[in-house]
């Protein structure tokens, strides 16, 4: 079990940005970590993506040139930088970490924090 806590949700106006955080409670250095959400009576969606070493990312169609994923291992954290949001991002946004993007297990989550997106 690799302990995760998510952070930086909140409500906000459309057009309006959030950061989210992922910090660890392990060495994050050798993870990729994603980032899902999930709306009330939607499955759960992957957002994005980062490899272990920050060199690869990868985004949702919906997010792309929106959403920013990026790391500090000094920090022992992700950040995913939240801009132009709409309604439709709402959800209970998670974290996972997992040896690899693609095709990620993600066995290990983080508890959510939640984002409201409402004119």
């Known amino acids: 079990q690799l302990q995760l806590v998510e952070s930086g949700g909140g409500l906000v106006q459309p057009g309006g940005s959030l950061r989210l955080s992922c910090a660890a409670k392990?060495?994050?250095?050798?993870?990729?970590i994603g980032w899902f959400r999930q709306a009330p009576g939607k499955e759960r969606e992957g957002v994005s993506c980062?490899?272990?070493?920050?060199?690869?990312?990868n985004y949702a169609d919906s997010v792309k040139g929106r959403f920013t994923i990026s790391r500090d291992d000094a920090k022992n954290t992700v950040f995913l930088q939240m801009n132009s949001l709409k309604p439709e991002d709402t959800g209970l946004y998670y974290c996972?970490?997992?040896?690899?993007?693609?095709?990620?297990?993600?066995?290990?989550w983080g508890q959510g924090t939640q984002v409201s997106v409402s004119s």
């Open positions: 996972a970490a997992d040896y690899r993007c693609w095709p990620g297990a993600f066995g290990s």
């Open positions: 392990f060495t994050l250095r050798s993870y990729a």
């Open positions: 980062i490899s272990h070493s920050g060199g690869t990312t």
